[in-house]
Nanobody, 124 residues
């Protein structure tokens, strides 16, 4: 059974930084992607960043490119989202997700496994 757990959410002021951690247990296959999504109240869930684990290929939504960085953690099935220059618009619940066959950031329904989420709040 695959389990996904996030940590690291907090409240910060605009311009600050946060680091989110995601740990996955269970078998997810060699072609999997780990991704971060976010959902603000009243908005659709949005893909933020993903990493194709086997080849360490990364992708980002345009609104965070250059400010956020996704990386594989020390453990093989961990992913870290480093968030810098945070803006109030980044306020959302952030979810870690796993797609066994890495089909991109555009459609959350393609991701089979999800964590419970961690809240990020950025004040102006």
């Amino acid at each position: 059974q695959v389990r996904v757990a996030e940590s690291g959410g907090d409240s910060v002021q605009a311009g600050g930084s946060l680091t989110l951690q995601c740990a996955v247990s269970g078998y997810i296959g060699i072609d999997a992607c780990m991704a971060w999504f976010r959902q603000a109240p009243g908005k659709k869930r949005e893909g933020v960043a993903n990493v194709y684990l086997r080849r360490n290929i990364k992708d980002y939504v345009d609104s965070v490119r250059g400010r956020f960085e996704i990386s594989q953690g020390k453990g093989k099935m961990t992913a870290v989202l480093q968030m810098n220059s945070l803006e109030p618009e980044d306020t959302a619940m952030y979810y870690c997700a796993v797609d066994s066959f890495c089909k991109g950031l555009g459609d959350p329904s393609l991701y089979e496994y999800w964590g419970q989420g961690t809240q990020v709040t950025v004040s102006s």
